[in-house]
Structures are given as structure tokens and as C-alpha cells.
Antibody, heavy 121, light 107 residues
């Protein structure tokens, strides 16, 4: 079964750091581009970051640029998000999502259940 | 950044009827538009990509249309399981952006 499982969330003080992990199973992780998407409590979805299969292409939302770092370990079938200088507005459920690519378009076709990050003193 | 605006914010429809959800982009996104469904406490689920192509396993009562800046998601013969939040997303330009969502509720 194709699955993504996030971990690493928790309560952190403003200015602190956290590292999220996403473990992939059931598919060839190294051949898929990956994303992080977050959702603040009671709010909509916000795309956070993207990484290509080799890591040669990386993109970030303006809101996290310079504070968050996406990475992956294809040998370990894992995606990561290092989050530094955390702010209250970073409080959200963080989802990792697989990128599905066809000649007709792209989409996020597989999502994990998410991990909750709470930034509060 | 491309701003995606969904309307209405909330849509009340009776089961068995049809629902039409709109998504407008602040500039052209061509057909690089995706629709997701999200139920409370769950991760989003892919419905439509390429503006009009149903994802695997999505019932035929879901259809997408549009290109450029105006897009529509139509759900025919609403079933109880269709009442949820719906989000559009563009992937034409970085950063990728989502609409704020439409809540489809039972009337």
C-alpha cells in the first residue's frame, strides 16, 4: 500500500526549531518529487515547500523562505523539513504529499495523515 | 504570487441536487489547476487535475472545467459523503497557491 507517514511534530517555543520527517512506503520514493503543505487550525491549505527527485530543484513559500529547509534521503525513503526561527503563525498540521506528474498536469496524489506543530510559549 | 479566490465560501445544497463551486486566479494558470476534497480530521484527497481530469477512483459525478483564470467544480447528484471542504490549487507558477476553500454543507 502506498503510504506517507509524518512525524516530529510537537510543542516548541517561539524562536525554536523542529525537524519533521516523512517516511514513504509502497512506492519507489526516489522517482517522485515531494512537497510539504500545512494547515493552520481552522484554516485552509498552504503550500510550504517542494523538492525534486534529486534535490536539484527546491522551492519555498515566501512565508518560510530562509527559515525552513527541505531535504530528502532517497536511500531511506524519507523527506524532511527543518524548521528554524519558529513563529506562532507556523502553528499548523504539516502534511507531506507526493507529486503526481502526467502529460496533462501535476497534482498531489498521496498525502500523509499529518503531524501537528504548535509554536507557543 | 497568484491569488486563488474561491466562491462561495459556504454552499448549502440538498442531497441529490447539484453543486457548482468556482475558483478564480488573479492571472492565467492555463490548465494547471487542481481540486482537492477534505473532510474533517482527514488529509486532502485529490479529485481533479489538469482542470478537468478526474483522478483515479473519483466518481463520474465530479467534473471540472475551465482554463486561464476561471474554473468550476461541479458535483452532480450529491451524496452524503460529498459534504466536505473543497480547495483549488494552481501549479502554473511558484509559489503554488491554494484557494481559501469552499465548505459544502447539507441544506
Amino acid at each position: 500500500e502506498v503510504q506517507l507517514a509524518e512525524s516530529g511534530g510537537g510543542l516548541v517555543q517561539p524562536g525554536g526549531s523542529l525537524r519533521l520527517s516523512c517516511a514513504a512506503s509502497g512506492f519507489t520514493f526516489s522517482t517522485y518529487e515531494m512537497n510539504w503543505v500545512r494547515q493552520a487550525p481552522g484554516k485552509g491549505l498552504e503550500w510550504v515547500s517542494f523538492m525534486s527527485t534529486s534535490g536539484s530543484v527546491i522551492q519555498y513559500a515566501d512565508s518560510v523562505q530562509g527559515r525552513f529547509t527541505i531535504s530528502r534521503d532517497n536511500a531511506q525513503n524519507s523527506l524532511f523539513l527543518q524548521m528554524n526561527s519558529l513563529r506562532a503563525e507556523d502553528t499548523a498540521i504539516y502534511y507531506c504529499a507526493r507529486e503526481y506528474i502526467t502529460s496533462s498536469g501535476r497534482a498531489l496524489d498521496v498525502w500523509g495523515k499529518g503531524t501537528t506543530v504548535t509554536v507557543s510559549s | 504570487e497568484i491569488v486563488m479566490t474561491q466562491s462561495p465560501v459556504t454552499l448549502s445544497v440538498s442531497p441529490g441536487e447539484s453543486a457548482t463551486l468556482s475558483c478564480r486566479a488573479s492571472q492565467s494558470v492555463n490548465s494547471n489547476l487542481v481540486w482537492y476534497q477534505q473532510k474533517p480530521g482527514q488529509a486532502p484527497r485529490l479529485l481533479i487535475y489538469g482542470a478537468s481530469i478526474r483522478a483515479t477512483g473519483i466518481p463520474a459525478r465530479f467534473s471540472g472545467s475551465g482554463s486561464g483564470t476561471e474554473f468550476t467544480l461541479t458535483i452532480n447528484s450529491l451524496q452524503s459523503e460529498d459534504f466536505a471542504d473543497y480547495f483549488c490549487q494552481q501549479h502554473n507558477r511558484w509559489p503554488r497557491t491554494f484557494g481559501q476553500g469552499t465548505k459544502l454543507e447539507i441544506k
